[in-house]
């Protein structure tokens, strides 16, 4: 037989050379099989499945695991019940109807709507957290803001936006928030971009109830006594758990004073997004549809604007090819959740979530 005829077999033969004698070769023909992916340890009450092989899939994609097979069946349940939610709400948006954005199963698909709402949102309004002292330097209106107003515009290309942060099951959005809003200030002041920490107001900001919740406007009023330390020097922890530990480290930039825009107003939110940089913001995020949210200009009919639960960052504004006004806006769920950690929120559409509701920046 032709040597290079073995070589190229199609039972994939590796040969091995035994003795070389002169011109005489003696090959010996080694089968050699592909190793068996090894099989996924699943319990029986899964194995079989339809939605067996999609839920291994998204449990390597999301480095999850579970403590027993019980708890692994009973997440599979909610997983597979968010997964039909997902694909009819995807098919519904195919066929051309109203809903223009896109929903995925990201790492809090095995959670209950309840689950994550109790560990994802944390805005307190003022009335369920201690009110501010009289005579803080809060300024209400916006301060009276002078220029042309871009008619559109992403703070992410002007280098004001630091990256997208994981509070994890801790209902520390306010304190992103406002520590993203401040470090869009410093930004404008010195042209240097530090990310602040966020686990000191978890810790220090009286009146909040740090995981359980709080608001930027206590954060500000915190911030304006003690100044914001970076992010480096009080690192995030994810717990309310440790004392305050703001004493004797250094202070990067101080607040003056905290400037809340009229309530419901969008185009007062346009004018303070497009001339001063990243502003706070509150918004109901308690919808099946926003959990899920993966990309497109979000609409939640149900939303509404006077139930604001999480706290947020509105980081430019613009209008999409079709035509579609929307806000631009960075969460703190981490990178997987939605447009790599931001989302685009309807414009104009008579304060949809109650986006205007709760708005505010700091002054440095």
Not at 97 to 126: C, I, V, Y
Not at 203 to 219: F, I, P, Q, R, T
Not at 328 to 349: C, E, I, T
Request: aromatic fraction near 12%.
């Amino acid at each position: 037989m032709n040597r290079s005829h073995l070589l190229n077999s199609p039972l994939s033969l590796i040969y091995v050379m035994l003795i070389s004698y002169g011109f005489l070769l003696v090959l010996v023909p080694v089968i050699v099989s592909s190793p068996t992916p090894p099989s996924p340890s699943l319990p029986d009450e899964i194995r079989g499945k339809p939605e067996a092989d999609l839920w291994v899939g998204w449990k390597e994609q999301f480095e999850k695991e579970y403590s027993s097979e019980a708890e692994e069946i009973e997440r599979f349940t909610i997983w597979v019940d968010n997964l039909h939610k997902v694909q009819q709400h995807n098919s519904a948006t195919s066929s051309g109807n109203s809903k223009s954005f896109r929903l995925g199963m990201n790492e809090f698909a095995d959670m209950t709507q309840q689950d994550f709402l109790n560990s994802q949102l944390g805005h307190k309004d003022p009335s369920e957290t201690e009110s501010l002292e009289d005579g803080s330097e809060t300024n209400y209106g916006g301060g009276g803001l002078k220029g042309d107003v871009p008619s559109e515009i992403d703070w992410r290309d002007s280098g004001y936006v630091s990256g997208v942060k994981y509070q994890n099951h801790c209902g520390s959005c306010w304190a992103f928030s406002a520590a993203g809003s401040l470090e869009g200030q410093y930004f404008n002041r010195t042209g240097v971009l530090i990310e602040l920490s966020a686990q000191q107001m978890v810790d220090c900001v009286m009146g909040s109830y740090g995981c359980g919740g709080g608001n930027v406007e206590l954060a500000f009023y915190y911030l304006m006594a003690t100044g914001s330390i970076s992010a480096e020097e009080y690192p995030y922890m994810a717990t309310d758990t440790q004392a305050c530990m703001d004493e004797g480290k250094p202070i990067v930039t101080n607040v003056t004073f905290y400037n809340r825009l009229p309530k419901g107003n969008e185009t007062a939110l346009k004018e303070a997004v497009g001339l001063i940089g990243p502003v706070s913001a509150a918004m109901d995020a308690s919808h099946f549809s926003f959990q899920f949210y993966e990309r497109g200009v979000f609409y939640e009919p149900l939303c509404d604007p006077n139930s604001l639960d999480h706290s947020v960052l509105i980081v430019g504004y613009g209008t999409t090819p079709e035509g579609e006004d929307y806000w631009l806006v960075k969460n703190s769920w981490g990178a997987n959740w939605g447009l790599d950690g931001y989302f685009m929120l309807a414009r104009n559409k008579d304060n949809h979530c109650g986006i205007a509701s709760y708005t505010g920046y700091p002054t440095i």
